[in-house]
């Protein structure tokens, strides 16, 4: 209940900003192969967009990188946004 509350306040600052026919999607599962391969079959996405966390090679190691994961498994086209505040 409270991802999908998220969603919908994340769907409507994109909405305010002029992003049309915005659609949010809450699952349970492993992210990585749902965001990679499931979701943009099921529903016929053409661009998949992900935060960027920042971690650092080590990291990665240890726990992978979703957005790795995910350039390479997917079908369409892969969008990582960082965070601004987070890269100064």
């Known amino acids: 209940e409270d991802a999908k509350k998220l969603m919908d306040q994340y769907a409507e600052k994109a909405k305010e900003a002029g992003v049309a026919n ?3 999607i809450v699952e349970m599962g492993n992210p990585k192969t ?4 499931d979701i943009p079959e099921e ?8 935060g960027a ?7 990665r190691l240890l726990v ?3 957005s790795e994961y995910i350039l390479r498994h997917a079908k369409v086209d892969l969008l990582v ?3 601004k505040e987070k890269t100064l």
């Not at 749902?34 to 391969?37: D, G, I, P, R």
């Not at 966390?53 to 990291?59: R, S, Y």
């Open 34 to 37: 749902l965001l990679a391969t």
């Open 53 to 59: 966390t920042g971690l650092n090679a080590f990291e």
């Open 64 to 66: 992978g990188s979703s």
């Open 81 to 83: 946004v960082r965070d």
């Open 22 to 24: 915005v659609v949010t």
């Open 43 to 50: 529903q016929k996405v053409d661009l998949i967009m992900v």
